[in-house]
């Protein structure tokens, strides 16, 4: 395989992890199918490979614990309403300063996060298309 063929692989199996903004688990699945039919022409697409795989799922597994920081939230803020004198339980969410502070506070978290992930995989599709070897950072090596 060419050099420059090699590199674009590359660069198309970071840049299939934007695959997660058009079906669910994309980010994943896709760059594990192009990782899988190309891993075997070069050790560098097989690196980069792994490489993009293995920061897809780190990044899907922080924001799976991410969520699971807002359910005690959400849970706080259903039965606040509850009366303990007369046991009437109403469905009115309290969305006062502090838990709307604390909504857009998960959520501006969230946010950063998601951007992050898009800037590190540009950078990774652009050294790889220049045949840099590229470490996302935080990543745990799920595949190694």
Not at 42 to 60: M, R, T, W
Not at 80 to 100: A, E, M, R
Request: aromatic letters at 18%; a positive charge.
């Amino acid at each position: 395989m060419t050099q420059n063929n090699e590199n674009t692989n590359a660069f198309l199996i970071h840049i299939s992890a934007f695959a997660g903004f058009v079906f669910p688990f994309g980010s994943i699945i896709t760059p594990l199918i192009v990782w899988q039919t190309l891993k075997d022409r070069s050790q560098f697409l097989d690196e980069q490979g792994k490489e993009a795989v293995n920061f897809n799922i780190s990044y899907s597994l922080y924001m799976f614990i991410l969520s699971l920081a807002v359910i005690p939230f959400f849970i706080r803020n259903l039965f606040n309403g509850w009366n303990n004198h007369s046991y009437n339980f109403d469905w009115n969410f309290d969305l006062g300063f502090g838990n709307l502070f604390g909504i857009i506070g998960f959520a501006s978290f969230a946010g950063i996060i998601g951007l992050i992930k898009i800037a590190l995989i540009i950078l990774a599709a652009i050294k790889a298309n220049k045949g840099e070897n590229y470490r996302y950072p935080l990543t745990i090596k799920f595949i190694k």
